[in-house]
Nanobody, 120 residues
């Protein structure tokens, strides 16, 4: 079973950048497809970006396309989310999650989440 820990988020001004990382332990991250989710107050959780186990395939929510980049380093057992041109509407709790690769199983391993706040 894999355990996930996100890096600390923070407070950023609109237009700024922030990189989140998600470190895995307990099992090799290469066994999992990974995703970054976010949830803002009063809103449903949203899949922001996802990346296949090898890193070959990535997908993004329309709201972040062109601004966010998901990447992974399986040798370091870490997944990243680079967030550029941040907007106040990006304010949310961000969580990384893992699902068994090449399966239809849901994301069922989650980090604790980290707060990202974008000020005007």
């Amino acid at each position: 079973q894999v355990q996930l820990v996100e890096s600390e988020g923070g407070l950023v001004q609109a237009g700024g950048s922030l990189r989140l990382s998600c470190a895995a332990s307990g099992r090799s991250l290469s066994a999992y497809d990974m995703g970054w989710f976010r949830q803002a107050p009063g809103k449903e959780r949203e899949l922001v970006a996802r990346i296949s186990w090898s890193g070959a395939v990535t997908n993004y929510a329309d709201s972040v396309k062109g601004r966010f980049t998901i990447s992974r380093d399986n040798a370091k057992n870490t997944v990243y989310l680079q967030m550029n041109s941040l907007k106040p509407e990006d304010t949310a709790i961000y969580s990384c999650a893992a699902k068994v690769r090449l399966s239809q199983l849901p994301y069922n391993y989650w980090g604790q989440g980290t707060q990202v706040t974008v000020s005007t």
